[in-house]
T-cell receptor, first 115, second 114 residues
């Protein structure tokens, strides 16, 4: 058990809908990262938050957004869903940034299926 | 930008044989390098990491990797494969300041044949 909790584990929804994925980082970790894993794209970095503030942005679509709350949990919002958004979404956390960023712990992921 | 290339999307070895999974990085400055393993229907687990200390890094489950600056490589090895090693393995990199998120390779699926 990595200590990172993601809910829900599975999500099936229709095209055009909006969903929210939730992540609770390990106790004490201030950084949260979101990754998308699909067969054709591999593991793609989406976005990072550190202590409530956006720290880095990757290949995140405009239809997607995220935030980190004062209690450090994070949510990834996916809207106007398309079939191609079907993927495994991972959350990871680390103690901080810089030299404290050298070990990230991953949750078990949320499998999103868009039908 | 930092990146890693994993050679071979699928590697198959016999039980008891040497495991060698290849990873090359692209950076003019030696970065921090990682190997993660993903078992079916699970998240990623850190196997080992190189953060500019010893060039030969030992990890969990008998795996080790050697950082070779001259070859810009960080190959993962295990002397004797077990059936339980069958999984997807990812090489990953961040800058040596740690100020970039983890960037992953495409992954290598390891199959172990009895």
């Amino acid at each position: 058990d990595s200590g990172v909790t993601q809910t829900p584990k599975h999500l099936i929804t229709a095209t055009g809908q909006r969903v929210t994925l939730r992540c609770s980082p390990r106790s004490g970790d201030l950084s949260v990262y979101w990754y998308q894993q699909s067969l054709d794209q591999g593991l793609q970095f989406l976005i990072q938050y550190y202590n409530g503030e956006e720290r880095a942005k990757g290949n995140i679509l405009e239809r997607f957004s995220a935030q980190q709350f004062p209690d450090l949990h994070s949510e990834l919002n996916l809207s106007s869903l398309e079939l191609g958004d079907s993927a495994l979404y991972f959350c990871a956390s680390s103690v901080g940034t810089g030299k404290l960023n050298t070990e990230a712990f991953f949750g078990q992921g949320t499998r999103l299926t868009v039908v | 930008a930092q990146s890693v290339t994993q050679l071979g999307s699928h590697v198959s070895v016999s039980e008891g044989a040497l495991v060698l999974l290849r990873c090359n990085y692209s950076s003019s400055v030696p970065p921090y390098l990682f190997w993660y393993v993903q078992y079916p229907n699970q998240g990623l687990q850190l196997l080992l990491k190189y953060t500019s200390a010893a060039t030969l890094v030992k990890g969990i489950n008998g795996f080790e990797a050697e950082f070779k600056k001259s070859e810009t490589s960080f190959h993962l090895t295990k002397p004797s494969a077990h059936m339980s090693d069958a999984a997807e393995y990812f090489c990953a990199v961040i800058s040596n300041s740690g100020n970039t998120p983890l960037v992953f390779g495409k992954g290598t699926r390891l199959s172990v044949i009895a």
